[in-house]
């Protein structure tokens, strides 16, 4: 136990603002608070479904939960269930094989709800493009709100995919 | 050592791996394989190639591996009778890819005991083969409902998981079939992210499929590229520098290092130790970024291609610092998670597969040498540089969940004392030959780069004018999916998370 508190007061608060032009990206994590306040009363819920990604997508957004990025910190988290979420978060090009399995997840989120694609195959269809196997984009499937392009995209452009989405929420 | 078969004409392949073809006929497969396999030999992939427009035939092609190197067979089968004789009852995970080898292109493993589909839901009809030249995209089947095998019995019940899970994971369903909350039975569905990679490559440029290569599974993104690159560059017998060979080695070891940081992080997660989970994702997030002001990508992502590497390192005093600090905590997290009982207690004994179970089922790469299978390509096979890093191999007998923790750990110091090796004696001059651009025809070389969750292999075939007609990529997880479903025998279902994280399999790369 020693140990693991030593350890804990060593290493300190590692958040921070995303390490890119500093104060306008402060601005933007605290607006996003601000607007996960406003639009959801106090928190925002996140529901991921992998519709056809090669994984690379989902290493970033594990690590906007991590101590640097620390999403959770600003009251978004990510939930077990659709029927808990207020946004989804897709990835991928939409595998044929993952097709229902998404609208299903889409349908069993509550009013109102918001979809945010990530990544260069969720916005365009990506590498895998479109094929036998795959549809292509996440909006040939569901309607989508905000797209994050990249390959896979960092995870200071993932919080401000969410920002938009929330933002743009009226 | 060299593959000891009197009555057949080895060829020996060009590669940077050991590695002999050779061309048979269907009665000797199972003869063959049976051999290798009674060496202590293992399957390493199976796939098939349509060559009905040139030569009227289908070919099958089976990668084996034993201590002298890759054997690849070819078996060519005639188009109006598509039939070679099963070998899953010598390798029990050749399976699920003869299923796949029937979804994709219709060549049936006659005497299977299994015959249901593989990767093939709905998005194609039973009687249609996406990877026949001459498949027509239009068809579709309503997802076919598929038949698991039931378990009965008083009290018994099932509990359907996924295509979607709670977590931040990729697509798969489990089917448990549980007593109480022991688990009798877990069966796997696989194929939800099928996105037609296979297809992707044909008539492709090799310099798109160097690219799709590495988004096979986007952990691995360094061993796929760089297998492809190696079998590129096989077939067009180009010398690659040695620096970029040193460089991809970095890259390599970085690839390793970054992931078992993470899944030490989400192993500790698992057992609600979630001091361990926010300690090695600092420590992976530090690598990732080191990897992006070196490197310009985070996981290294299109960084190796086929002629060398698109980039140089130009400062080395980041990386020997990084080293110096992971040794320094990583050891201290390690002390922690051994004296911390709660973390032990959910580790040791859980998820077990022993070794003789591992030896059966052909339990491979990491999880494997965790259960006493010692087998890792940058020892036995070394390609350059590792033919002069010397890998010590981390090996362990138990097969538990806690063994996979000790193994990540020691290979990840190895990583650590490789990178500071090939930082030492990293080589000066080029780091690309002339790019590659096209290959020569007719041509047909294998790849395979020990990847931190096992071994990825990349096979490439080309036609008379040298177009990439086939690309088979393999991913280690074909043959570690199946052994997770003996891993849980016995334990209860809230230890699946952590068993199935143990083994960190690829959905993307095996599902492709």
Request: charged residues 20%.
């Amino acid at each position: 136990m020693y140990q693991i508190l030593k350890q804990i007061i060593k290493t300190g608060i590692k958040t921070e603002a995303p390490p890119l032009a500093d104060e306008s990206l402060r601005a933007g994590e605290q607006r996003l608070q601000q607007k996960v306040l406003e639009v959801f009363g106090s928190a925002l819920n996140i529901r991921l479904v992998d519709a056809g990604s090669c994984n690379g997508c989902e290493l970033e957004i594990h690590a906007v939960n991590n101590a640097y990025y620390n999403l959770e910190g600003l009251g978004i988290k990510f939930v077990a269930s659709p029927r808990h979420a207020d946004l989804l978060l897709v990835t991928g090009s939409v595998s044929r094989h993952m097709e229902v399995a998404l609208k299903r997840t889409y349908d069993a989120i509550p009013e109102p709800k918001l979809v945010v694609a990530l990544g260069d195959c969720g916005c365009n269809g990506g590498i895998f493009g479109e094929s036998y196997a795959s549809l292509g984009r996440v909006s040939n499937v569901i309607p989508v709100d905000v797209v994050v392009a990249g390959c896979p995209p960092t995870p200071v452009e993932i919080m401000q995919g969410i920002l938009t989405a929330v933002s743009c929420k009226k | 050592m060299k593959y000891t078969c009197p009555d057949l004409k080895l060829l020996e392949l060009n590669g940077a791996i050991p590695a002999w073809q050779v061309v048979i006929e269907a009665s000797e497969l199972q003869v063959l394989c049976q051999k290798v396999a009674d060496g202590g030999g293992r399957l390493v992939a199976l796939w098939a190639c349509d060559e009905r427009a040139s030569l009227s035939r289908f070919v099958l092609h089976a990668v084996l591996v034993n201590e002298a190197g890759l054997l690849c067979l070819h078996l060519p089968l005639p188009q109006e009778f598509p039939v070679y004789p099963d070998i899953s009852g010598i390798f029990s995970c050749a399976c699920r890819m003869q299923r796949t080898v029937f979804d994709m292109l219709g060549l049936t493993a006659s005497g299977s005991q299994d015959m249901r589909p593989w990767l093939r839901h709905g998005a194609w009809p039973e009687n249609s083969f996406p990877l026949r030249k001459d498949f027509d995209e239009a068809g579709r089947q309503e997802a076919d409902n598929y038949p698991f095998v039931q378990v009965e019995g008083q009290g018994v019940h099932e509990i359907p998981v996924g295509p979607v899970h709670a977590g931040i994971i990729e697509p798969g369903h489990f089917r448990f079939s549980i007593i109480g909350e022991r688990v009798l039975r877990l069966e796997e569905r696989l194929g939800y992210v099928h996105k037609g990679i296979e297809k992707r490559f044909e008539n492709n440029s090799l310099l798109f499929g160097a690219k799709l290569a590495g988004r096979v599974s986007g952990d691995t993104t360094v061993a796929y590229a760089w297998a492809y690159a190696m079998a590129a560059e096989s077939i067009a017998n180009v010398v690659v520098p040695k620096r970029a060979l040193w460089l991809r080695a970095l890259l390599l070891e970085r690839e390793r290092i970054a992931n078992h940081l993470g899944d030490l992080g989400y192993l500790s997660n698992d057992v609600a130790f979630s001091f361990g989970m926010s300690q090695f994702w600092i420590l992976k997030e530090q690598v990732l970024r080191n990897n992006a002001a070196l490197f310009g990508h985070r996981y290294l992502m299109d960084k190796i291609i086929p002629g060398g590497v698109g980039v140089d390192l130009t400062e080395t005093a980041t990386l020997l610092a990084e080293c110096d600090l992971l040794e320094h905590e990583v050891k201290l997290l390690h002390s922690i998670l051994e004296e911390h009982a709660g973390v032990q207690d959910r580790y040791i004994g859980t998820g077990c597969v022993a070794p003789a179970l591992a030896a059966q089922l052909g339990l491979c790469g990491m999880a494997g040498r965790a259960s006493g299978q010692s087998w890792d390509a940058r020892v036995q096979h070394p390609c350059a540089p590792y033919d002069q890093l010397d890998v010590q191999m981390a090996t362990h007998q138990n097969g538990d969940v806690a063994a996979r923790v000790i193994v990540r750990f020691d290979e990840l110091f190895e990583s650590l004392r490789l990178m500071r090796d090939i930082i030492a004696k990293l080589p000066s001059g080029n780091v690309l030959a002339i790019p590659l651009e096209k290959l020569p025809g007719n041509g047909f070389c294998l790849g395979m780069v020990e990847g931190w969750r096992g071994e990825v292999l990349v096979a490439i075939h080309t036609d008379a004018e040298g177009n990439i007609t086939r690309v088979h990529p393999h991913d280690p997880s074909w043959q570690n999916w199946p052994v997770l479903e003996h891993a849980i025998l016995g334990d209860i279902v809230p230890d699946f998370p952590l068993i199935n994280k143990s083994f960190n399999l690829s959905y993307s790369g095996h599902d492709l």
